[in-house]
């Protein structure tokens, strides 16, 4: 997380996007459809152009916009993401279509606990980006790095939460048992070792995982 005047400053750096997205952009401000900050979004795609990566596999499709950035910026990717809710997977799919990526990306649509089997069958991945339901990012990770390939990336956003993450005084019991979730899930990222991790202050913040591997 950076001050707002640095926040703003950033932000305005970044080149317009595609009129599409920035369509996309405009339904989930107008909509509340959490989609990822442009500065975080920048930093993962950054990332991710230079892994490579032939297989992604997003957990939290929402309307498609991080699927359609991410199979824009790394164009040999084949994207696999997870949506439950109708709505958003329809327009998703709307979108995928009118971005003329519909071929690279394979919608699962259904929660995404409960379609571990048609995750593994498309697997394994070379990244999995985790941007669902903040209290269950421990499971997801558990659940979807099995289908990690040895020298795979994983990226977690929110993960600061606004910054409430240090915050000792949050009047709201639900976003208080929330914070306390991310809390415990960042303390674990960090210590797993079987992976090198590092948490960037960029748009809500995000989480970067990198498998150590077999030792040798």
């Known amino acids: 997380m950076v001050n707002g005047k640095l926040h703003s400053y950033i932000e305005g750096l970044i080149p317009e996007r595609d009129p599409l997205l920035e369509e996309m952009e ?37 309307i498609g916009y991080s ?7 790394v164009t040999t990717a084949k ?13 998703a799919e709307e979108y995928f279509e009118r971005a003329g990526k519909a071929e690279y990306i394979t ?4 929660d995404a ?22 209290g269950q990012y421990k499971r997801f990770f558990e659940m979807y790095s099995k289908y990690l390939q ?5 990226i977690t956003d929110n993960v600061l939460f ?12 639900r976003t208080r ?16 070792p079987g992976y090198y991790t590092v948490i960037l202050p960029v748009g809500d913040g995000v989480a970067i995982s990198k498998k150590r591997g077999e030792m040798k």
């Open 26 to 62: 405009g339904y989930a401000r107008e909509n509340h459809v959490p989609i990822m900050e442009l500065a975080g979004i920048e930093a993962m795609l950054q990332i991710l152009r230079i892994q490579n990566p032939k297989k992604i596999l997003e957990v939290g499709t929402a």
């Open 67 to 73: 699927a359609l950035r991410m199979a824009a910026a």
């Open 79 to 91: 994207v696999v993401t997870i949506e439950r809710d109708p709505e958003r997977y329809q327009l």
């Open 107 to 110: 919608l699962i649509k259904g």
């Open 113 to 134: 606990l409960e379609v571990e089997d048609q995750i593994r069958e498309q697997g394994p991945y070379d990244t999995i980006f985790i941007d669902a339901a903040k």
């Open 150 to 154: 040895e020298d795979g990336v994983i």
């Open 162 to 173: 606004k910054g409430l993450v240090c915050e000792t005084d949050i009047e709201s019991k």
């Open 177 to 192: 048992n929330l914070v306390k979730k991310i809390d415990g899930f960042n303390h674990w990222l960090m210590s797993n």
